[in-house]
């Protein structure tokens, strides 16, 4: 299957600090990526889709101010908490997908602390 | 309203023996995919087997398999042989292509045991 890497896989942060997260599609272009935040034991929930080329769609109650997603290229989008808090500790998944009819190919996730 | 269920939070299952995992949804679109993932411990998922909502044939990738039933609306993973390394958290997703985005059950977490 595809591969996707996300970078960094873990970062411990201050409060008040901006954390950039980055995934990569590495041998195919992705004309989608998903974000994704995941809770202990829980599903995943889905934040935003990113179109290469334009602007990200949100899902409802996402901030998307505090979440910037940037897709700049098929094969790179980012993602900056900003300001973040210790409610943005989480588990954040990307994927990243070439087709419709079509799975999606995660990267190994981020795990993020705000102290 | 498009939604995903998975209704076993835990199952055990003997090793070598299959086990088969529930999932059923709901989605007034006619042209969707579903797919089965395997989230271990560590974190990543993993994807296992796609369905199409025109395919006919019910799909199988080794010792996977999905049990499609369209009119129940059902999706069913079936694994055979159980190993120990199939103990993990598996997710059922549906992506609907008018909306192009990924609709996840809650999961089921697999415990095989020796």
């Known amino acids: 299957g595809a591969v996707v890497s996300q970078h960094p896989s873990w970062v411990i942060c201050k409060s008040g600090t901006s954390v950039k997260i980055e995934c990569r599609s590495l041998?195919?272009?992705?004309?989608?990526m998903f974000w994704y935040r995941q809770f202990p034991k829980q599903s995943l929930m889905l934040m935003a889709t990113?179109?290469?080329?334009?602007?990200?769609?949100?899902e409802q109650g996402v901030e998307k101010d505090k979440f910037l997603i940037n897709h700049a290229s098929l094969t790179l989008s980012t993602l900056t908490v900003t300001s973040a808090h210790p409610e943005d500790s989480s588990f954040y998944i990307c994927?990243?997908?070439?087709?419709?009819?079509?799975?999606?190919?995660f990267g190994p996730g981020t795990r993020l602390t705000v102290l | 309203a498009q939604k995903i269920t998975q209704t076993q939070p835990g199952m055990f299952v003997q090793e070598k023996e299959a086990v088969t995992l529930d999932c059923t949804y709901d989605?007034?679109?006619?042209?969707?995919?579903l797919f089965w993932y395997k989230q271990p411990s560590s974190g990543e998922m993993i994807f296992l087997i796609y369905?199409?909502?025109?395919?006919?044939q019910n799909a199988t990738e080794g010792r996977y398999s999905l049990n499609f039933q369209k009119a129940r609306k059902s999706a069913n993973l079936v694994i055979s042989a159980s190993q120990l390394g199939d103990s993990a958290m598996y997710f059922c997703?549906?992506?609907?292509?008018?909306?192009?985005?990924?609709?996840f059950g809650s999961g089921t977490k697999l415990n095989v045991k020796p």
């Open positions: 994927s990243a997908s070439n087709k419709l009819k079509d799975t999606q190919y």
């Open positions: 041998d195919f272009q992705a004309t989608t």
């Open positions: 990113s179109n290469e080329g334009s602007k990200a769609t949100y």
């Open positions: 989605t007034s679109d006619q042209s969707y995919g």
């Open positions: 369905q199409g909502s025109y395919d006919e």
């Open positions: 997703a549906m992506r609907v292509y008018n909306f192009n985005k990924f609709y």
